[in-house]
């Protein structure tokens, strides 16, 4: 146990912020996720199975919200790959630390419903996001452009938050599918 601890912390430090500065997002999340694990099985359950209770829900809730934003996008003429987009169960732990510090809730935190819109072309995103925009109101302060401003990785997107269906909020990112594949494999 000593030793999984020692190399599940080493994994956390090192190998994890390594495999998220080559911007490998899908390395990144499996190793955070199999690190915390060992290091906090007792938070790591226990934020399992908050998520896992919810996901049920979450997944209509998800779905539906696909359904819409594909049909407006189709209305749009703007050809789209639209998904679910799921949370690594660290991350949830590091958001759930950063609100608690500020006296929020778990239910509080933006994005643990989310979509992803891949689409062909840059100018494609940029109207993909104004469909977004018409379609819910978005959050104020709660907008980044890393097309525009790509991180140091390399990773290219655009991320906004939306008072979406029934008034929950919901992150969407939008972005090329290249975009895409530098920011899940490097």
């Not at 500065?21 to 999340?29: A, D, E, F, H, I």
């Not at 949830?92 to 819109?117: H, N, P, S």
């Amino acid at each position: 146990p000593e030793t999984q601890k020692r190399i599940a912390q080493e994994t956390l430090d090192i190998y994890a912020p390594i495999a998220h500065r080559l911007g490998m997002s899908v390395m990144r999340g499996e190793l955070e996720d199999l690190a915390f694990s060992y290091l906090e099985p007792e938070k790591y359950r226990q934020i399992a199975d908050l998520i896992a209770t919810r996901r049920p829900a979450r997944e209509q809730y998800i779905a539906r919200v696909v359904k819409v934003l594909q049909r407006a996008l189709e209305e749009a003429e703007i050809k789209a790959e639209v998904s679910g987009r799921p949370k690594h169960i660290y991350s949830v732990y590091r958001k759930m630390k950063a609100y608690e510090a500020l006296g929020r809730e778990f239910t509080d935190i933006y994005d643990l419903l989310a979509v992803r819109i891949l689409v062909d072309t840059i100018p494609e995103c940029y109207h993909a996001l104004g469909v977004v925009h018409n379609l819910w109101h978005p959050v104020p302060g709660q907008f980044d452009d890393y097309i525009a401003n790509p991180k140091p990785s390399l990773y290219q997107s655009l991320h906004t938050t939306v008072v979406a269906l029934e008034g929950k909020p919901l992150e969407v990112q939008i972005r090329t599918h290249e975009m895409h594949r530098v920011a899940e494999y490097g």
